[in-house]
């Protein structure tokens, strides 16, 4: 399962049991889903933190692996690209 998967899904999760633990509380249904929101933003600040520290070092190996990609594309096509041994033609 991917670390963005693991957050949001543990997001959600504190949102709701926050939600359900307001739910008992006589108030506007209104209120009840702006604090469960809010609540559940701050507890998941402390008891998230290695998810989305996980999260975070994934997202940037992605963008690291875009980034290194788009740079050997831009390069093959500017010819900058020398082939090695195995990738020349006979012609």
Do not use: C
């Not at 093959?76 to 041994?85: F, I, K, N, Y």
């Amino acid at each position: 399962m991917s670390a963005a998967l693991k957050y949001t899904l543990g997001r959600i999760g504190l949102f709701v049991a926050v939600l359900a633990g307001l739910w008992l509380v006589d108030m506007n249904v209104f209120l009840k889903l702006m604090l469960a929101l809010v609540f559940s933003a701050a507890l998941s600040f402390f008891l998230l933190r290695g998810w989305r520290d996980e999260m975070a070092e994934e997202m940037a190996g992605a963008a690291e692996r875009r980034r290194s990609e788009k740079e050997r594309l831009r390069s093959a096509l500017a010819g900058d690209d020398q082939p090695t041994e195995g990738e020349r033609r006979e012609d």
